[in-house]
Protein backbone atom coordinates (compact mmCIF):
# COMPACT_ATOMS: atom_id res chain seq x y z
CA UNK A 1 0.00 0.00 0.00
CA UNK A 2 0.90 3.66 -0.85
CA UNK A 3 1.64 5.15 2.34
CA UNK A 4 3.90 7.94 4.52
CA UNK A 5 6.08 6.52 6.66
CA UNK A 6 7.12 8.55 9.78
CA UNK A 7 10.58 7.62 11.95
CA UNK A 8 10.82 7.10 14.95
CA UNK A 9 7.51 7.01 16.12
CA UNK A 10 8.44 8.06 19.53
CA UNK A 11 11.75 10.00 20.16
CA UNK A 12 13.25 11.30 23.72
CA UNK A 13 15.71 13.13 23.77
CA UNK A 14 17.97 15.90 26.28
CA UNK A 15 17.37 19.78 26.23
CA UNK A 16 19.38 20.69 23.76
CA UNK A 17 20.43 17.72 22.10
CA UNK A 18 19.84 17.79 18.12
CA UNK A 19 17.87 15.78 16.90
CA UNK A 20 16.38 14.01 13.11
CA UNK A 21 13.26 12.96 12.62
CA UNK A 22 12.46 11.86 9.33
CA UNK A 23 9.41 10.91 6.69
CA UNK A 24 9.50 8.71 3.43
CA UNK A 25 6.83 8.02 1.28
CA UNK A 26 5.48 5.60 -1.82
CA UNK A 27 3.06 8.23 -3.11
CA UNK A 28 5.31 9.93 -5.05
CA UNK A 29 3.77 13.02 -4.27
CA UNK A 30 5.81 16.45 -5.40
CA UNK A 31 4.68 18.25 -2.04
CA UNK A 32 6.11 16.96 1.42
CA UNK A 33 4.73 19.41 4.66
CA UNK A 34 6.11 19.19 8.38
CA UNK A 35 3.63 20.47 11.04
CA UNK A 36 3.85 20.34 14.98
CA UNK A 37 0.89 19.29 17.15
CA UNK A 38 0.66 19.87 20.74
CA UNK A 39 -2.21 18.41 23.10
CA UNK A 40 -5.41 19.40 21.98
CA UNK A 41 -4.15 22.03 19.32
CA UNK A 42 -4.24 22.31 15.82
CA UNK A 43 -1.62 21.21 13.97
CA UNK A 44 0.86 23.66 12.94
CA UNK A 45 2.71 24.00 9.92
CA UNK A 46 6.48 24.68 9.98
CA UNK A 47 7.53 24.44 6.41
CA UNK A 48 7.12 22.51 3.00
CA UNK A 49 9.07 21.94 -0.19
CA UNK A 50 7.20 21.73 -3.55
CA UNK A 51 9.93 19.51 -5.07
CA UNK A 52 12.94 21.08 -4.24
CA UNK A 53 11.97 24.17 -3.51
CA UNK A 54 11.60 24.75 0.25
CA UNK A 55 9.14 27.57 2.06
CA UNK A 56 9.26 28.21 5.57
CA UNK A 57 6.32 29.60 7.14
CA UNK A 58 7.25 33.16 8.68
CA UNK A 59 6.65 32.23 12.44
CA UNK A 60 8.78 28.71 12.41
CA UNK A 61 11.62 28.89 14.85
CA UNK A 62 15.24 28.84 13.32
CA UNK A 63 15.66 26.31 15.93
CA UNK A 64 14.04 24.14 13.37
CA UNK A 65 15.39 23.03 9.47
CA UNK A 66 14.48 20.47 7.41
CA UNK A 67 16.22 18.38 4.14
CA UNK A 68 14.71 17.25 1.43
CA UNK A 69 17.40 14.82 -0.56
CA UNK A 70 15.20 13.32 -2.90
CA UNK A 71 11.42 12.94 -3.92
CA UNK A 72 10.84 10.54 -1.36
CA UNK A 73 12.79 11.58 2.09
CA UNK A 74 12.33 14.25 3.83
CA UNK A 75 13.89 15.06 7.57
CA UNK A 76 13.15 17.69 10.40
CA UNK A 77 16.03 18.81 12.29
CA UNK A 78 15.38 20.00 15.77
CA UNK A 79 19.10 21.98 16.36
CA UNK A 80 18.69 22.51 20.27
CA UNK A 81 15.19 21.11 21.16
CA UNK A 82 14.09 23.07 24.41
CA UNK A 83 11.04 21.48 26.69
CA UNK A 84 8.47 23.76 24.55
CA UNK A 85 9.61 22.10 21.97
CA UNK A 86 7.74 18.45 22.87
CA UNK A 87 4.87 17.69 21.00
CA UNK A 88 3.41 15.48 17.88
CA UNK A 89 5.49 16.17 15.02
CA UNK A 90 3.71 14.89 11.53
CA UNK A 91 4.99 14.73 7.94
CA UNK A 92 2.22 14.74 5.28
CA UNK A 93 2.11 14.81 1.44
CA UNK A 94 -0.02 15.93 -1.71
CA UNK A 95 0.31 15.53 -5.24
CA UNK A 96 -0.06 19.38 -6.19
CA UNK A 97 -0.11 21.69 -3.38
CA UNK A 98 -4.03 22.32 -3.08
CA UNK A 99 -4.92 18.74 -3.21
CA UNK A 100 -5.63 17.19 0.00
CA UNK A 101 -2.70 16.58 2.20
CA UNK A 102 -2.18 12.49 3.54
CA UNK A 103 -0.39 12.13 6.82
CA UNK A 104 2.36 9.68 8.51
CA UNK A 105 1.31 8.55 12.11
CA UNK A 106 3.77 10.79 13.63
CA UNK A 107 6.83 11.17 15.71
CA UNK A 108 6.36 11.83 19.45
CA UNK A 109 8.82 14.24 20.65
CA UNK A 110 9.72 14.02 24.37
CA UNK A 111 12.24 16.57 25.62
CA UNK A 112 13.80 15.84 28.89
CA UNK B 1 -6.56 36.67 9.38
CA UNK B 2 -7.56 33.53 8.12
CA UNK B 3 -9.06 31.41 11.00
CA UNK B 4 -11.13 28.29 11.19
CA UNK B 5 -13.37 27.72 14.45
CA UNK B 6 -14.58 24.06 15.24
CA UNK B 7 -17.79 23.46 17.59
CA UNK B 8 -18.44 21.84 19.98
CA UNK B 9 -15.28 20.82 21.54
CA UNK B 10 -16.12 17.44 22.69
CA UNK B 11 -19.62 15.34 21.67
CA UNK B 12 -20.91 12.25 23.85
CA UNK B 13 -23.26 10.57 21.79
CA UNK B 14 -24.92 7.63 22.89
CA UNK B 15 -24.80 4.86 19.79
CA UNK B 16 -27.45 5.56 16.89
CA UNK B 17 -28.09 9.22 18.21
CA UNK B 18 -27.12 11.08 15.37
CA UNK B 19 -26.05 14.83 15.23
CA UNK B 20 -23.34 17.13 13.66
CA UNK B 21 -20.15 19.27 13.71
CA UNK B 22 -19.79 22.53 12.70
CA UNK B 23 -16.56 24.03 11.00
CA UNK B 24 -17.06 28.07 11.11
CA UNK B 25 -13.96 29.68 8.45
CA UNK B 26 -12.77 32.97 7.23
CA UNK B 27 -9.83 32.74 4.80
CA UNK B 28 -9.13 34.43 2.15
CA UNK B 29 -10.15 32.92 -1.15
CA UNK B 30 -11.58 29.34 -0.63
CA UNK B 31 -9.80 26.68 -2.17
CA UNK B 32 -11.04 23.88 -0.71
CA UNK B 33 -12.77 22.69 2.94
CA UNK B 34 -10.91 19.51 4.22
CA UNK B 35 -12.39 17.16 6.98
CA UNK B 36 -9.86 14.60 9.06
CA UNK B 37 -10.22 12.03 11.64
CA UNK B 38 -7.95 11.42 14.23
CA UNK B 39 -7.56 8.84 16.33
CA UNK B 40 -5.05 9.32 19.82
CA UNK B 41 -1.44 8.55 19.03
CA UNK B 42 -1.95 8.90 15.21
CA UNK B 43 -1.57 11.04 12.33
CA UNK B 44 -5.05 12.66 10.82
CA UNK B 45 -7.20 10.12 8.37
CA UNK B 46 -8.53 12.20 5.50
CA UNK B 47 -11.88 12.45 4.71
CA UNK B 48 -13.30 14.42 2.47
CA UNK B 49 -12.37 17.95 0.42
CA UNK B 50 -15.65 20.03 -0.71
CA UNK B 51 -14.62 22.84 -3.13
CA UNK B 52 -17.98 24.88 -3.50
CA UNK B 53 -20.37 25.89 -1.75
CA UNK B 54 -23.62 23.48 -1.69
CA UNK B 55 -21.72 20.87 -2.38
CA UNK B 56 -22.23 17.42 -0.50
CA UNK B 57 -19.99 14.15 0.35
CA UNK B 58 -20.79 10.73 1.85
CA UNK B 59 -18.75 7.96 3.33
CA UNK B 60 -20.68 5.21 5.56
CA UNK B 61 -21.99 7.07 8.56
CA UNK B 62 -20.45 10.42 7.27
CA UNK B 63 -21.65 13.54 5.80
CA UNK B 64 -20.49 16.41 4.65
CA UNK B 65 -21.71 19.65 3.40
CA UNK B 66 -20.67 23.11 2.68
CA UNK B 67 -22.01 26.78 2.72
CA UNK B 68 -19.99 30.03 2.29
CA UNK B 69 -19.23 30.32 5.82
CA UNK B 70 -18.82 27.12 6.97
CA UNK B 71 -19.17 23.76 6.82
CA UNK B 72 -21.02 20.90 8.93
CA UNK B 73 -20.54 16.50 9.67
CA UNK B 74 -23.42 15.03 9.85
CA UNK B 75 -23.01 11.42 11.96
CA UNK B 76 -25.80 9.08 11.27
CA UNK B 77 -26.69 6.44 13.76
CA UNK B 78 -23.04 6.94 15.35
CA UNK B 79 -20.80 3.81 16.66
CA UNK B 80 -18.79 3.53 19.09
CA UNK B 81 -15.94 2.83 16.23
CA UNK B 82 -16.46 6.35 15.21
CA UNK B 83 -14.83 7.62 18.44
CA UNK B 84 -11.86 10.14 17.25
CA UNK B 85 -11.30 14.11 17.07
CA UNK B 86 -12.45 15.54 13.65
CA UNK B 87 -10.67 17.89 12.29
CA UNK B 88 -11.47 20.48 9.68
CA UNK B 89 -9.30 22.52 7.44
CA UNK B 90 -9.87 25.25 5.30
CA UNK B 91 -7.70 26.00 2.21
CA UNK B 92 -6.56 29.45 1.81
CA UNK B 93 -5.71 31.01 -1.66
CA UNK B 94 -1.98 30.42 -1.27
CA UNK B 95 -2.70 26.77 -0.49
CA UNK B 96 -2.26 26.56 3.26
CA UNK B 97 -4.46 24.80 5.17
CA UNK B 98 -5.57 26.03 8.16
CA UNK B 99 -7.18 23.83 10.88
CA UNK B 100 -9.73 24.30 13.60
CA UNK B 101 -8.97 22.75 16.94
CA UNK B 102 -11.50 19.80 16.32
CA UNK B 103 -14.01 18.33 17.91
CA UNK B 104 -13.71 15.20 20.18
CA UNK B 105 -16.67 12.86 19.71
CA UNK B 106 -16.97 9.95 22.30
CA UNK B 107 -20.09 7.45 21.46
CA UNK B 108 -20.67 5.50 24.13
CA UNK B 109 -22.85 1.78 23.27
Known amino acids: DAMVIQNPRYQVTQFGKPVTLSCSQTLNHNVMYWYQQKSSQAPKLLFH???????NEADTPDNFQSRRPNTSFCFLDIRSPGLGDAAMYLC???????????FGPGTRLTVL | EDQVTQSPEALRLQEGESSSLNCSYTVSGLRGLFWYRQDPGKGPEFLFT???AGEEKEKERLKATLTKKESFLHITAPKPEDSATYLC??????????FGAGTILRVKS
Open chain 2, 89 to 98: AAMEYGNKLV
Open chain 2, 50 to 52: LYS
Open chain 1, 92 to 102: ATSELAYNEQF
Open chain 1, 49 to 55: YYDKDFN
